[in-house]
């Protein structure tokens, strides 16, 4: 009986041997799943009197083939890969779509210049007028066009973000139920292997989302995510929400939910598909957006600016070629009221003062004062780092102070209703390039002429010459009473008349009289006079007094150079340009936007052009595509080394298996033959008795 007992341990432990080996080879493809392996220890030895005899063998367990450091390598490595990748995807089409010449700006904004070039050249050409309009409209459609793809890649993450913290959910649910079943299937003192495989293939699954971290507690699993937000606590998960963010709905955050309480946890979320997310909406995605705003504000107040400052074909001052970018509709949206703000505070108007001084920054405003209290004091900070601008602000402040190229007012004006603590998110320039349109339809009503000519008396015998003359007071496009006034003025005080005088002491004299012969007078007061050096080349500034509608004393200015030597008496008519003029010369004033420095200007740089910014944008987003193709290849070798290593510890190798199934048939017949021996001895003894 004991030789029977001694054969039937080892077709027992042979049986769950070769059991063990069919589930390993069943479960080669299944992810996750980490070898198994019998072990057995020889059964108690029996005490014959003379010695010892062993009676077989006993399975004391099926071991699971695990190495913790290795499966937590594959964790860390599978969660940078992902971040990397999610990283990859959204940097590479923002890159192609800035870049490509078919999709980008910097095409047609040169084409755009190319065709003011023409109507510089033959300003009376309508065909060239024409060409040049049409190239307006289609510059503001492709600032429009990648805008709207830009907002689309926004609203994608967001359905993301969405889609994924609800898997992330499920997850943590998954592992908080694993922990539970494994804790009581291990109070028997078995281990439950499939179970463990189980939860440690969730924690994988939930690293290819988010980055999560683990610590084992007594059997279990507590799972934290950002700097240690709990996501699973034992037997109990937390769920994880993507919503309209509390300072800028359009980008939603993140937040673990706990019982009572919730946590915002999108700035210290990493790793995973959801950090590559977030990193690129951070880094590279809301950069851009604000780049690409601040170029169009530029180029739509640049060329604004420059085409109301001349004459069109029908004799009229320029008008705007694109929209104004301080229409009602612009500085209204450009500031978010915090959705913590207390009921009524209103919100913020944003205007643009200095489009050579905007940033790519959004900025948070905060009103200041006692807890609780009606506040008209307000810091301003640039985001992301948070660094202040300036000092305290008061919004009641008349004219409201300029802070990096804009100005903040109460939205509809009034007294101030905000509170202490309210904040608003401001952003300058993302909604420029959705909002830039070109207003203009008439081709004629381009202002290729300088608003001001001058022409020699018929009667003028000297050997003097003139430039023409230069409006050197600008118009501002943005105050329709100062600019109505101004143009009125023009129309009023022209024409003038520059008369010389006679040389003495070395010294020309001159004089501006009006239509009526009277002396012109200047902003003081007085007769605009004075003298210049016969022979050389001179430039003479002259201010011209006026009245504006308020019935306050005002000047314009223009200069104009005079050479040679006029003879007394010799005049020079100066007068509005006429329509139909063939001038050119504020087309190429406007020409000189292509290359001058009208980004980006300040005391602690000389800015940029118009293309060198949008240069700027795409190399900076091509060499976050760049880096991120590299970072991509990388965190890809390292989660191939990292499952590599993990597979040569717990994987199934078929070669492996085959071996010892071999092994353990033979270890099974070799069982059997014991057993078959063993009865033959009984049954000769039974018979011999």
């Known amino acids: 009986m004991s030789l029977i007992s001694i054969g039937l341990s080892g077709l027992t432990a042979s049986s769950a041997a070769i059991n063990t080996i069919g589930n390993n080879t069943a479960n080669v493809d299944t992810a996750g799943y980490s070898r198994q392996q019998t072990m057995t220890v020889a059964s108690a030895s029996q005490n014959i009197g003379s010695g010892f005899i062993g009676t077989g063998t006993t399975l004391s367990d099926v071991r699971r083939i695990y190495n913790s450091y290795l499966d937590s390598q594959l964790q860390s490595s ?12 959204q940097a590479s089409a923002t890159d192609t779509l800035l870049s490509d010449s078919s999709t980008g700006i910097s095409t047609v904004l040169a084409t755009f210049f190319t065709q003011l070039q023409g109507v510089s050249t033959t300003a009376t050409d309508s065909s ?14 492709r600032f429009n066009s990648i805008s709207t793809q830009l907002a689309a890649q926004n609203s994608s993450i967001n359905s993301q973000l969405t889609s994924m913290a609800g898997q992330v959910n499920a997850l943590s649910s998954s592992i908080a139920s694993l922990n539970q079943q494994i804790t009581q299937a291990s109070a028997s003192g078995s281990t439950p292997n499939s179970l463990l495989d189980a939860r440690n293939e969730s924690v994988r699954q939930l690293n290819v989302l988010v980055g999560a971290k683990v610590v084992s507690n007594n059997g279990s699993y507590d799972v934290y995510i950002g700097t240690g937000q709990s996501l699973v606590s034992g037997t109990t998960a937390n769920s994880l929400s993507a919503v309209p963010g509390t300072s800028d709905p359009s980008q939603y955050s993140l937040k673990v939910n706990y019982s009572q309480t919730s946590s915002d946890v999108t700035s210290v979320v990493t790793g995973g598909t959801i950090g590559g997310l977030l990193r690129y909406r951070s880094d590279v995605l809301a950069p851009a957006v ?6 169009a504000l530029v180029v739509s107040d640049q060329v604004n600016s420059q085409l109301n400052q001349g004459i069109d074909s029908n004799g009229n001052f320029g008008s705007n070629l694109f929209n104004s970018i301080n229409a009602t509709d612009q500085i209204n949206q450009r500031s978010l009221a915090s959705s ?27 009103f200041t004062g006692s807890p609780g209290s009606v506040s008209s004091t307000y810091n301003v900070k640039r985001l992301p780092d948070g660094s202040s601008v300036g000092g305290t602000y008061d919004i009641s402040t008349l004219p409201p102070p300029i802070i990096d190229g804009f100005s903040l007012s109460l939205n509809g004006g009034g007294a101030s209703t905000m509170r202490t603590g309210d904040s608003f998110k401001i952003t300058p320039t993302r909604n ?35 430039t023409q003359p230069v409006l ?9 009473t100062a600019s109505t006034d101004l143009r009125t003025a023009l129309k009023d005080s022209t024409p003038v008349k520059l008369v010389f005088g006679a040389v003495s002491g070395g010294a020309q004299s001159y004089k501006l009289l009006d239509a009526k012969g009277q002396p012109v007078l200047d ?3 007085t007769a605009v006079t004075g003298s210049m050096v016969p022979g050389q080349s001179n430039t003479l500034s002259f201010s011209v007094r006026y009245s504006d509608s308020s019935g306050a004393a005002q000047a314009y200015k223009f200069e104009m150079t005079v050479a040679g030597s006029p003879s007394p008496n010799d005049t020079y008519s100066i007068s509005l340009t006429g329509a139909g003029s063939a001038d050119n010369r504020n087309a190429q004033a406007a020409l000189t936007l292509q290359t001058k420095q009208t980004v980006d200007v300040s005391s602690a740089n000389n ?8 240069g700027k944008l795409v190399v900076n987003v091509g060499a976050q595509a760049s880096q991120a193709k590299s970072d991509s290849s990388a965190t890809t070798a390292v989660l191939t080394q990292a499952k590599s290593a993990r597979d040569g510890v717990s994987g199934v190798s078929l070669d492996e298996e085959a071996a010892s199934l071999v092994k353990y048939q033979q270890y099974y017949t070799a069982s059997s033959q014991i057993i078959k021996a063993a009865q033959t001895i009984f049954s000769t003894l039974i018979n011999s008795l």
């Open 523 to 525: 902003a003081s007061g």
């Open 472 to 480: 050197t007071t600008r118009l501002d496009i943005y105050n329709s």
């Open 340 to 366: 913590g703000n207390r009921a009524g505070s209103g919100n913020l108007d944003v205007t643009i003062a200095d489009t050579g001084k905007l940033t790519a920054n959004d900025y948070q405003v905060t």
């Open 290 to 295: 604000n780049e690409l705003g601040r170029v």
């Open 128 to 141: 060239a007028r024409s060409q040049f309009l049409t190239t307006a409209n289609a510059l503001g459609a």
């Open 78 to 89: 599978t969660a940078l890969n992902s971040d990397a990748t999610a990283f990859l995807g």
């Open 432 to 466: 420029a390039a959705a909002g830039i349109a070109t207003v203009m339809s008439d081709a004629k009503t381009i202002a290729a002429a300088a608003p001001l000519t001058a022409t020699a008396g018929a009667s003028n015998i000297g050997s003097g010459s003139i």
């Open 607 to 614: 800015g940029m052009s118009l293309s060198g910014a949008y």
